[in-house]
């Protein structure tokens, strides 16, 4: 929690007023029982019905007072939590943006999503409970002592006794239930998991039929989830009965001890009436810290998980000005020397020295079979990853010397899935280039194919997408996601397999287009079709992280084994005709 306090900094005035104002509203409730025992002494006892009357009013006057600090401390109490919650949200939104692939693979979407959402709210629950309620309790037991000693002080002492013992209980329970919070709100990131896996993934689920497994599967977390929450319900609810025991216990010794000084003379009715009343108004007190100790134990462990997510630093960092030299100097667009690659966790390294170089306004094909390190590699040039050792270049300079907006202007990338967020068509293209005209729009839609697909749509450029896409088909999806990434006319455009859902013949329109865009653009094709990079100036082909063959399509047919046999294994064909050339008897 010490680390979340910083950002109650906007928020130091209501943070100090909301506890104040419940101060002034405890003291007047600790005023009602020295008021009843002045009613009791001195009105009734001398049947003064005026007397009555006017502490009556006061009374009233006090309730009313009460009420008005009540609703002040509480306005003060809720506006401190939710700005609170709003840069805490913020904060942790803005800092996920800044950790690597790395960290993000690590940590994992479902545990993220719960921190930033039912986590947080839990904090912000706590700190409005804390601010009104936390120190309440405090002022109302302590407060009743002392003023049991302007009273009586045998009588007080039993409420010296009974106090550390009280809080003690409380802290046994509270050391005992906040580690166990902290499993519940783990026990809930699996859940959350599992109903996005299940919501993300229910056609394949009904695909395969399924959903006996799934619902399984999710009855079981969520059955793991639901004992765990009764374990710590139960040590919770302990608090409640081991107090009204105690208190009273407390009470019971009170009112022998208070009639004996009675029927000494040492005090009056009235009095121990209103020690009573303190007993009492502590009993409630108790009452509502047992729960609100539920509810704070809850938040520190959130509190606690919010916070490890901000301790994170993300293993990549980026200078403030970047060092690398005019693109002209350097007639070299990407090279790779001796980069190896290993995802955090994992023991094999995904790629294993590699060493090439692209030229600038060539095209660059990739091509291997699943797993072989195609998208880990092309990741490496955008720097969605650093290299476990060996360096990558871009304009003859290490990718970690440029600043992170030269690298994202300088390099366009189509990942494999297609990706576009809810808003107009207009909207997503613009995040290739925020200040893009719409004659720039339509002409990357035109290069990626997609012009008539949004010249189909009614409102064209203003044609509203779903979620992720959703009122479009996989080969729209992938078109417009290409166009998006030529908006801004980079320097190294990198199409990570993303034309798997086109038909041959636009596949073919599109590299075509790609082929001659203006400029001297260098294109990194990564594709599973021979037919998609046959063209390219250069072709890399990998084999389980290594680099099998590098050259054209001639040369690897002589020299590259691997290669030769994907491209028979989608033109089986040719390869008697191969054979016959090559004098190799089939």
């Not at 009734?44 to 005026?50: S, T």
């Not at 692939?101 to 545990?111: P, R």
């Not at 009452?287 to 100790?293: D, F, R, V, Y």
């Not at 030229?359 to 720097?383: D, E, P």
Request: charged share 20%; net charge neutral.
């Amino acid at each position: 929690m010490r680390t979340l306090a910083k950002y109650l900094r906007n928020y130091k005035k209501e943070s100090i007023l909301a506890p104040f104002f419940k101060f002034l509203e405890v003291v007047f409730d600790l005023l009602v029982p020295i008021v009843i025992a002045q009613i009791i002494d001195v009105g009734i006892a001398h049947n003064d019905h005026g007397y009555i009357v006017q502490k009556f009013f006061i009374l009233i006057l006090m309730a009313a007072a009460g009420l008005a600090v009540s609703i002040t401390a509480q306005f003060f109490a809720a506006k401190a939590s939710v700005g609170f919650a709003t840069e805490v949200r913020q904060a942790v939104f803005d800092h996920i943006q800044k950790l690597s692939y790395t960290e993000l693979d690590t940590l994992g979407t479902d545990t993220l999503i719960t921190r930033l959402t039912d986590d947080v709210n839990q904090v912000q629950n706590g700190v409005n409970m804390g601010l009104r309620l936390l120190l309440r309790s405090p002022f109302i037991v302590f407060g009743a002592m002392m003023m049991a000693f302007t009273i009586n002080v045998r009588c007080a002492l039993i409420f010296v006794v009974a106090i550390p013992v009280l809080f003690l209980v409380v802290f046994v329970i509270m050391f005992l239930s906040i580690p166990l919070f902290k499993k519940v709100q783990g026990r809930l990131d699996t859940v959350t998991r599992l109903t996005r896996e299940n919501l993300t993934g229910v056609r394949v689920i009904r695909a395969f039929c399924r959903e006996d497994h799934a619902v399984a599967e999710f009855d079981e977390s969520n059955l793991a989830l639901t004992k765990l929450n009764e374990f710590v319900g139960k040590i919770s609810a302990l608090l409640n009965p081991a107090t009204y025991v105690l208190i009273n216990i407390a009470t019971v010794i009170l009112i022998q001890t208070a009639g004996v000084q009675v029927n000494l003379g040492n005090m009056q009715q009235g009095e121990v009436v209103a020690l009573y009343n303190y007993m009492a108004q502590m009993i409630v007190e108790l009452i509502k810290l047992a729960s609100l100790i539920i509810t704070l134990n809850k938040s520190m462990a959130c509190a606690d998980r919010v916070a490890g997510i901000l301790k994170v630093d993300s293993t990549m960092t980026y200078p403030e000005k970047t060092s690398a030299p005019a693109a002209a100097k350097n007639d070299c667009a990407v090279a790779f020397d001796h980069v190896t690659f290993s995802y955090a966790g994992t023991g094999a390294p995904s790629l294993s020295d590699i060493t090439f170089s692209a030229k600038k306004g060539s095209t660059i094909g990739i091509i291997g079979g699943t797993g072989s390190g195609k998208s880990t590699l092309v990741s490496l040039i955008s720097r969605f990853y650093d290299a476990t050792s060996g360096d990558v270049m871009v304009d003859g300079e290490n990718v970690k010397n440029y600043t992170k907006e030269e690298l994202c202007n300088k390099v366009g990338v189509v990942q494999q899935r297609a990706v576009l967020f809810k808003g107009s068509i207009r909207d997503n293209m613009k995040w290739g280039k925020e200040d893009a005209t719409d004659a720039e729009i339509w002409e990357a839609l035109t290069t990626a194919q997609a012009k008539e697909v949004v010249e189909g749509k009614q409102d064209q450029l203003d044609f509203m997408l779903e979620q992720n896409g959703k009122n479009l088909s996989g080969g729209q999806k992938q078109r417009l996601s290409i166009a998006r990434a030529l908006v801004k006319k980079p320097e190294i455009l990198i199409l990570d397999d993303s034309s798997s859902a086109l038909d041959f013949a636009t596949d073919a329109k599109l590299r075509k287009a790609v082929h001659n865009l203006e400029g001297n653009t260098t294109t990194f094709l990564v594709s599973q079709r021979i037919a998609g990079i046959r063209q390219a100036d250069q072709i890399l082909v990998l084999g389980n992280g290594t680099l099998e063959g590098n050259g054209t399509h001639d040369e690897l047919m002589k020299t590259c084994e691997v290669y030769r046999e994907i491209y028979f294994s989608q033109f089986p064909e040719e390869r008697a005709a191969y054979n016959n050339e090559s004098g190799v008897i089939a």
